[in-house]
T-cell receptor, first 112, second 111 residues
Framework: DGGITQSPKYLFRKEGQNVTLSCEQN?????MYWYRQDPGQGLRLIYY???????QKGDIAEGYSVSREKKESFPLTVTSAQKNPTAFYLC???????????FGQGTRLTVV | GQSLEQPSEVTAVEGAIVQINCTYQ??????LSWYQQHDGGAPTFLSY????GLEETGRFSSFLSRSDSYGYLLLQELQMKDSASYFC????????????FGSGTQLTVLP
């Protein structure tokens, strides 16, 4: 079955630590996204990639980093520079320019 | 810049019809999409409007007026399971066409 998978579902991090969230898709999509969602809020774009080895900052990229070494994978690292990292993180993929995006089930990150 | 404005909350009863509005300001326009998200879940695609008019998909319909920079999602024969957040979304101008979302409308369906 084709789809997009995020792991882990829940993640706890100590202050000052970096943590990496996984996102894998087998939909053969070129475009992949990372969004952050806070309680009762919309989705804010962190990073976007439309092709391997290329990615662009979104609206709230500070404190985050990504890589796109393979078409299927777009991991997000939440660094210690992100001052308020507790949130729900969603990864998505789609055909470039298409508005039908497919989302993973999300990772809920909590800083303890 | 780009902004998509939606009401924060809407409440309706089972069996009723509800309309969720979205007004947008974009430097370029490449269509308007709608997504549904249940609590703690992943957003799922509902519909897309690239041209003016109404698109119907079962109990859900979506409308677009490009001249008014306005669209809405219409939900008919509401069911309890329709309680969720609904987001309008649009691609940004530029080659990347990044998909950006409104702040979402929380729909509560009452028995």
């Amino acid at each position: 079955d084709g789809g997009i998978t995020q792991s882990p579902k829940y993640l706890f991090r100590k202050e000052g630590q970096n943590v990496t969230l996984s996102c894998e898709q087998n939909l053969n999509h070129d475009a992949m996204y990372w969004y952050r969602q806070d309680p009762g809020q919309g989705l804010r774009l962190i990073y976007y990639s439309q092709i391997v080895n290329d990615f662009q900052k979104g609206d709230i990229a500070e404190g985050y980093s990504v890589s796109r070494e393979k078409k299927e994978s777009f991991p997000l690292t939440v660094t210690s520079a992100q001052k308020n990292p507790t949130a729900f993180y969603l990864c998505a993929s789609c055909v470039v320019g298409n508005t039908e995006a497919f989302f993973g089930q999300g990772t809920r990150l909590t800083v303890v | 810049g780009q902004s998509l404005e939606q009401p924060s909350e809407v409440t309706a009863v089972e069996g009723a019809i509800v309309q969720i509005n979205c007004t947008y300001q974009t430097s370029g326009f490449y269509g308007l999409s709608w997504y549904q998200q249940h609590d703690g879940g992943a957003p799922t695609f509902l519909s897309y409007n690239g041209l003016d008019g109404l698109e119907e998909t079962g109990r859900f319909s979506s409308f677009l007026s490009r001249s008014d920079s306005y669209g809405y999602l219409l939900l008919q024969e509401l069911q309890m399971k329709d309680s969720a957040s609904y987001f309008c979304a649009a691609p940004r101008e530029g080659s990347a066409r990044q998909l950006t979302f409104g702040s979402g409308t929380q729909l509560t369906v009452l028995p």
